[in-house]
Nanobody, 121 residues
Framework: QVQLVESGGGLVQAGGSLRLSCATS????????MGWFRQAPGKEREFVAA????????DYENFVKGRFTISTDNAKKTVDLQMNSLAPQDTAVYYC??????????????WGQGTQLAVSS
């Protein structure tokens, strides 16, 4: 059974930074690409970023390029999302998921429960 557990959400001021983590276990961590998505109130869930199982391939949605960085931590078995220069429009519930490829067009099958990020102006 694939388990994904997000953590690190919270309240931050605009311009600030926050780091989200998604914990999973083997063999998921070393087998499947992992991605981060978000869903703001009243909006559909949208792709944020994804990383290959090896950690060498990444993909980002345009609105986070240059601000967010996705990475893997082999020791902790986590996929992290470092978020800088946060803006109120980044406020959303952030979810991690496993997919068949590390692009937005991938098929994302397993999802975590989400972690809330709120950015105040």
């Amino acid at each position: 059974q694939v388990q994904l557990v997000e953590s690190g959400g919270g309240l931050v001021q605009a311009g600030g930074s926050l780091r989200l983590s998604c914990a999973t276990s083997e063999p998921t961590f070393s087998t499947y690409p992992m991605g981060w998505f978000r869903q703001a109130p009243g909006k559909e869930r949208e792709f944020v970023a994804a990383v290959s199982w090896s950690g060498t391939g990444t993909d980002y949605e345009n609105f986070v390029k240059g601000r967010f960085t996705i990475s893997t931590d082999n020791a902790k078995k986590t996929v992290d999302l470092q978020m800088n220069s946060l803006a109120p429009q980044d406020t959303a519930v952030y979810y991690c998921a496993t997919g068949d490829r590390f692009q937005a067009t991938g098929v994302w099958v397993y999802w975590g429960q989400g972690t809330q990020l709120a950015v105040s102006s």
